[in-house]
């Protein structure tokens, strides 16, 4: 004789089936996405340029070493931001800008769009994976 369950008892079962596969893939995403933003810091770090000059108040390395990771997770989202300590000095490195003398622009040092293009597709890699169920 069969077991029989009730389309409740069906329903229970299939959502509750449902919710641990979603609940594991969301983990699987948060993971994953913290690891790129990581990279992404490690990139960007080994990017960015090192003050070669002479003014002792700048410390040789300060910029490099000061790139941060920030995640936040809430109702099912995560964001992450990667961030340096010293966040004026990131559009000015990146992109050119007139120099002190007024006459003389600086020479760009793009390595926060690079970080964050390689970023974008190694996140959107990873939602073709899930899409598709390589992951």
């Known amino acids: 004789m069969a077991d029989t ?3 409740d ?25 913290e690891e790129i933003g ?10 960015s340029p090192v003050y070669a000059g002479k ?3 700048l410390k040789k390395g300060k910029y490099r070493k000061g790139w941060r990771c920030e995640i936040e997770k809430s109702r099912g989202k995560i964001e992450v931001t990667v ?19 007024g006459t003389t622009f600086s020479t760009p040092h793009p390595h926060i769009s690079i970080a964050n293009d390689h970023a974008e597709k190694k996140v959107d890699k990873l939602i073709e994976e899930l899409a598709h169920g390589t992951e």
């Open 5 to 7: 369950i009730s389309p």
């Open 9 to 33: 008892e069906l329903v229970g079962a299939l959502t509750s089936a449902f919710s641990k596969y979603s609940s594991e893939i969301r983990d699987k995403i948060d993971s994953r996405v």
């Open 38 to 47: 990581n990279e992404a810091v490690e990139e960007v770090k080994s990017l």
């Open 55 to 57: 003014n002792k108040k």
């Open 83 to 101: 961030h340096n300590k010293q966040y004026q000095l990131t559009h000015l490195l990146e992109n050119q800008h007139l120099n002190r003398d």
